[in-house]
């Protein structure tokens, strides 16, 4: 009986220690497995952040050529000039860079709609602003009313604009319910909670259209058919295709130069004339940097907003998005 105790007692340590043994192995293995799980996301992550150090430099580079052009001439930027040039896998040590500066500028400015410097029972709607819109949509066949929600949304009031626009009462029926911005766009996708959009009305008026800060001017010297046309009516196939040679041949040099050419070459009465100059610009304060930074099997893809600062010296750099952040 008491050999037979102890020889059982002998088994169950035995036993006990395999059990000790089967855990040791198997915290054994789970140490070696997160290690290396470890390993890679540590490789990883010193990827990641090496790649996020080139946003920066890439950003910088990119405010060095603007700014070198800007101070060559700041009166014009035209589409000759070196920050149109898009640099193509070009490589700094392991790093490889593609990048592409648009101007955004060429474009509609939507804030541009509602007036920044308003008084009192004054119109809040620019209405040379609110005539180019107009164009534009129609010219891409959506319906102009949406403009109208655009408006309410930027504006301060409550009250809609027109019937077609839409204030809080009309986004607190929505689930989820919101309210209107009653404020200045800060990016494009805004407009998806706006009464009227959706992504395939936005991704037409894209190529066309900027969120910028409020009284931004179009340069006449960047900005494509499409836009050109939209700044005014008058602006049919003829006036098109004059404005077009002009500045393929030689960009506006200046506001007095433009405003010249409107009323000598196409005999553009005054008050036309003016509400066109009172829009546009021949030089941009507003850029779109658009990048790509390779390095080894890993690649991240970001736009980044630039714009010339008030005191018109210094360009600084905002809105930063990082849109893809991948491996090859
Ligand atoms: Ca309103
Ligand atoms: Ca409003």
Redesign the pocket.
């Known amino acids: 009986m008491l050999s037979y105790y102890k020889k059982n007692q002998k088994g169950s340590a035995i036993f006990s220690v395999l059990i000790l043994l089967a855990v040791v192995s198997s915290l054994v293995s789970l140490i070696i497995n997160s290690n290396q799980q470890n390993n890679y996301y540590s490789q990883r992550y010193e990827i990641n952040s090496k790649l996020m150090m080139q946003i920066h430099s890439v950003e910088d580079f990119a405010i060095d050529v603007l700014r070198t052009d800007y101070m060559e001439n700041p009166q014009i930027t035209h589409l000759n000039e070196n920050w149109n040039t898009p640099i193509n896998n070009f490589s700094i040590g392991p790093y490889s860079v593609f990048a592409n500066i648009t101007d955004l500028d060429s474009k509609l400015n939507i804030n541009n709609l509602v007036i920044k410097e308003r008084t009192e029972n004054l119109n809040v709607v620019n209405l040379i602003h609110l005539q180019s819109f107009i164009n534009l949509f129609d010219k891409l066949d959506i319906d102009r009313n949406k403009i109208y929600s655009i ?2 949304w930027i ?1 301060k ?5 027109t019937s077609s ?1 839409a ?1 809080d009462i009309f986004y607190l029926q929505k689930n989820p319910a919101y309210r209107a911005a009653n404020n200045y766009i800060q990016h494009l996708d805004e407009l998806l909670l706006v009464k009227g959009f959706d992504q395939q009305t936005l991704s037409k008026l894209e190529p066309y259209i900027a969120a910028l800060p409020s009284d931004s001017f179009i340069n006449i010297n960047t900005t494509g058919e499409t836009v050109m046309r939209a700044i005014h009516n008058i602006i049919g196939p003829t006036y098109l295709e004059l404005l077009e040679e002009k500045i393929q041949e030689n960009p506006f040099i200046n506001m007095n130069e433009f405003e010249a050419f409107l009323k000598n070459e196409l005999k553009l009465n005054e008050v036309i004339t003016n509400q066109i100059i009172s829009i546009t610009s021949t030089t941009s304060k507003n850029f779109l940097l658009n990048a790509k930074v390779v390095y080894r099997d890993s690649y991240i893809t970001f736009t980044t907003s630039i714009s010339l600062k008030k005191d018109n010296e210094t360009f600084e750099k905002y809105n930063r998005i990082i849109k893809k952040l991948g491996t090859i």
């Open positions: 408006i309410d504006d009031d409550t009250e809609r604009y626009g204030e």
